[in-house]
């Protein structure tokens, strides 16, 4: 069956290494996703979020994810799969993700106030862990589209508060606000500085904040939202093929790559797949405009997916080989 994410927390935080949480809302994604963790022998955590589950349909999406299981026992190489409910908002949508199968959900109380974060997170701990299920909790606001509220700057998370917040809650993992934010465009330009190669360099990571937090909960497993790339290759070939992508720029993956052997233990990853996925179907659109078989053009789409992943696990998360 799924597994829970909580020994594999454990075993990311001892290790020094993240578990890839990837959003999935069709079947190329998903089996692109698979694919890759089989192949480089990495856990994964299956994320649905709400717009997926309004775009793809909640039973068909938690039945894909359970024949995952069956999948990768065929693909021949059993990992561990997970999954999650992404930026749960309501203690509702969350009870409805444990009754139907779910191992973890994520109640997104950060735009709350401390408090109200603290009674909603509790609530929904208390009827998740009857349950088996695993909560991730959230303390600090990520900048840029978060759910349907935009903030328009980065709240970062109140290392003073963590401790009280996992305390009272008792969630079994904490995203935190340390300068990652959601989809395509995290910088401008004016915000980046060119290094030697002319390449534009985001500024780094609050990783002063991240060290402060581990000192409160030494071990506890950290989460980052928002740590797309944003791979250049993807963006250029978005825009050589027709596509008219400005200024969209990541979180560096030596960044992440730092991050992943602290006790950040899972790194959520989406916009870069969507840009990978568009870069592949524009590609060969222009080159075949002829075709009209969506598995010539979702085929290729999938393959450049899976790459993207088995990249992701290999050299930015360290997952491989840790089924
Ligand atoms: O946190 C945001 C994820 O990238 C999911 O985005 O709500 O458009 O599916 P979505
Ligand atoms: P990106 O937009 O950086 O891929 O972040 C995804 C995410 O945090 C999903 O919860
Ligand atoms: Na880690
Ligand atoms: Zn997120």
Do not use: W
Request: hydrophobic letters at 35%.
């Amino acid at each position: 069956g799924l597994s829970s994410p909580k020994d594999l927390f454990q075993k990311a935080v001892e290790g020094g290494y993240a578990i890839p949480a990837y959003n999935f809302n069709n079947l190329e994604q998903m089996q692109a996703i698979l694919q890759a963790c089989v192949e480089t022998k990495s856990p994964v955590i299956l994320q649905v979020s709400a717009g997926a589950r309004k775009y793809a349909n909640a039973t068909l999406l938690r039945n894909m994810a359970k024949g995952a299981v069956e999948y990768v026992k065929e693909l021949g190489y059993e990992i561990p799969v997970v999954l999650h409910l992404d930026h749960g908002d309501t203690f509702e949508i969350c009870k409805e993700c444990i009754d139907n199968g779910f191992s973890s959900v994520m109640i997104d109380g950060s735009h709350h106030s401390f408090e109200e974060n603290i009674e909603l997170t509790k609530k929904v701990v208390e009827y998740a862990h009857a349950h088996g299920v695993t909560v991730e909790g959230e303390l600090g606001v990520l900048a840029g589209v978060e759910d349907d509220v935009v903030a328009e700057e980065s709240t970062y998370t109140k290392p003073e508060e963590v401790e009280e917040f996992v305390k009272k809650t008792g969630v079994d993992s904490l995203a935190i606000s340390i300068g990652t934010s959601h989809g395509a465009h995290k910088f401008t330009p004016e915000q980046c500085t060119k290094n030697e190669d002319g390449v534009l360099v985001p500024p780094p990571l609050k990783f002063d904040i991240l060290e402060e937090i581990e000192k409160r909960i030494p071990g506890f497993p950290i989460v980052l939202h928002g740590s797309s790339s944003v791979p250049q290759e993807h963006v250029a070939t978005i825009n050589q093929y027709g596509g008219a992508l400005k200024a969209a720029i990541g979180i560096p993956e030596d960044q992440l790559r730092k991050a992943a052997k602290s006790a950040v233990c899972k790194i959520n990853i989406d916009s870069d797949g969507r840009l990978a996925m568009t870069a592949a179907v524009r590609k060969v659109f222009s080159e075949n405009p002829g075709e009209f078989d969506p598995r010539k053009y979702l085929g290729p789409a999938r393959d450049t997916l899976k790459e993207l992943y088995m990249h992701k696990n290999i050299n930015v998360l360290g997952s491989a080989d840790k089924a």
